[in-house]
C-alpha cells in the first residue's frame, strides 16, 4: 500500500466519522428540542388549566347563595373531570376540597354542625390561595433583569 492510497483511506474513514457524529450529535439536538418543545407546551397548558380552576373556583364562591350556583357547580364539576392531572397535586386536592365544602354548604348547611360548617367554609376559602400558589411565577421584572443582566 502506497502512502497515497493509505492517506486516501485515512481521509475517507475520516470523512465517514464525521458524517456519522454529525448525525448523531444532529439527531440528539433534535430530540433536545423537541422534548423542550413538549416541556413547553406541558407548563402552558398547566398555567392555563389553574387560571381557570381559579376562575371557576372563583365563580362557584360568588353563586355559593344563589340560583346560579348549581351551574356553576356544573361546570366545575365537568372542567374537573377533563382537566384536574394538569394541576399541581396541592392544588388537585384545594379544588375537590373546594367543590365539596360547596356542595356542604349550598345543598346541606341546614343539617352541618357549627364546626362542620365553619370546616366546609375554611376549605372552600383556603381554596383560591392554594390554587394560586401552586402556580406562582416570579415577578415579570426579575424575569426582565435576568435576560438584561
Not at 392555563?48 to 380552576?53: D, G, M, T
Not at 386536592?93 to 367554609?121: G, H, K, P, V
Request: hydrophobic letters at 45%; aromatic letters at 12%.
Amino acid at each position: 500500500m502506497t502512502i497515497e492510497n493509505y492517506l486516501h483511506l485515512v481521509s475517507t474513514l475520516i470523512s465517514i466519522l464525521t458524517f456519522i457524529a454529525g448525525f448523531w450529535i444532529s439527531k440528539y439536538i433534535e430530540n433536545h428540542k423537541t422534548k423542550n418543545q413538549l416541556r413547553s407546551a406541558a407548563i402552558e397548558k398547566r398555567l392555563i388549566a389553574h387560571q381557570e380552576c381559579y376562575t371557576r373556583w372563583s365563580a362557584m364562591l360568588r353563586t355559593l347563595e344563589t340560583d346560579n350556583f348549581r351551574p356553576a357547580l356544573d361546570s366545575c364539576l365537568e372542567w374537573w373531570y377533563s382537566n384536574c392531572l394538569f394541576l399541581e397535586p396541592k392544588a388537585r386536592a384545594a379544588f375537590s376540597d373546594a367543590i365539596s365544602s360547596s356542595q356542604l354548604i349550598a345543598f346541606n348547611r341546614r343539617s352541618l354542625s357549627e364546626s362542620e360548617f365553619n370546616n366546609a367554609c375554611r376549605k372552600l376559602m383556603n381554596a383560591g390561595a392554594l390554587i394560586s400558589a401552586a402556580i406562582d411565577l416570579p415577578p415579570i421584572t426579575e424575569v426582565f433583569k435576568k435576560y438584561v443582566d
